[in-house]
């Protein structure tokens, strides 16, 4: 009897998790996900390789800075990046709270950036990245390692990514904002459903990185 139970109990989680992910197959018709197992790594790793031209571009890299809280700016028609201009620090916040905020300039608009030189908005506060997300001055396998790392990307699963994605653009945030910049400056490569798209792959694709 106790033999029986024993048995019973050891198998019953096994058997319980093909139930599982089918059901959770079946309630997320939206994902954007293609199935996992369905990318191979070669093309995960493919897409990988875009992703990681959008992300170290100035238009992502620009406010995904270190702990030194100074944002970076690529002025339109400068070849070179460099600290922004009037010694603005973003201090620990982020948002300037210790100096100035960031959006004193940058007025939370929705409105379309146009101007050259012009501060540019988007439709929520402007401010950096929090630090844990750093790409500038790290290596592409660094940046890699550390979005597919829960504890180092705001806790986001492959799917959480691309859901990232999604919201930012239906707030108005600086994603999109990225392909729509203004002023004459310049774009990532592709186009924000490129992006996603790719994301997506090299989720699918188990989110390898080049060794
Ligand atoms: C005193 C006004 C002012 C404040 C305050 C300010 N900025 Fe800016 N910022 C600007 C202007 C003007 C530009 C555009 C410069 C240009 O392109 O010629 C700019 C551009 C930028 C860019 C570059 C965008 C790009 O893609 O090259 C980033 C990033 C940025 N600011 C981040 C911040 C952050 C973060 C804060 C708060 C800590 C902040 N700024 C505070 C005026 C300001
Ligand atoms: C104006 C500053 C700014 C710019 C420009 C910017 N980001 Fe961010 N980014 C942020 C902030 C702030 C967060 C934190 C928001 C959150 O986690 O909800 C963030 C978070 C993220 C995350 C979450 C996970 C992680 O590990 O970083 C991703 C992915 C991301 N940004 C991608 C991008 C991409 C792609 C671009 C360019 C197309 C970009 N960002 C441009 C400020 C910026």
């Known amino acids: 009897m106790r033999k029986a139970l024993l048995i019973a109990l050891l198998l019953a989680p096994s058997a319980a998790i093909p139930v599982v992910m089918s059901l959770a197959a079946d309630v997320t018709p939206t994902s954007e996900m293609p199935?996992?197992?369905?990318?191979?790594k070669t093309e995960g790793l493919a897409a990988w390789k875009r992703v990681e031209a959008v992300l170290t571009h100035p238009r992502c890299a620009n406010c995904h800075v270190g702990p030194d809280n100074i944002p970076i700016w690529t002025v339109a028609g400068e070849k070179k990046s460099r600290p922004h201009g009037m010694n603005i620090h973003a201090g620990d916040s982020r948002i300037g709270a210790e100096t100035i905020a960031?959006?004193?300039?940058?007025?939370?608009?929705?409105?379309?950036n146009k101007l050259a030189h012009a501060p540019p908005h988007v439709g929520f506060d402007w401010q950096l990245a929090p630090v844990d997300f750093v790409w500038v001055g790290k290596s592409g396998v660094e940046i890699c390692t550390q979005l597919k790392d829960p504890k180092r990307n705001g806790g986001r699963d492959a799917a959480g990514l691309v859901e990232h994605l999604r919201h930012d653009a239906e707030v108005n945030g600086f994603i999109p904002w990225a392909w729509n910049p203004g002023g004459g400056r310049e774009m990532p490569p592709g186009t924000f459903e490129d992006h996603v798209k790719d994301v997506a792959m090299w989720g699918a694709a188990g989110q390898p990185c080049p060794e």
């Open 102 to 112: 960031c959006s004193t300039c940058h007025m939370t608009s929705t409105a379309p």
């Open 35 to 40: 199935a996992a197992g369905s990318v191979g």
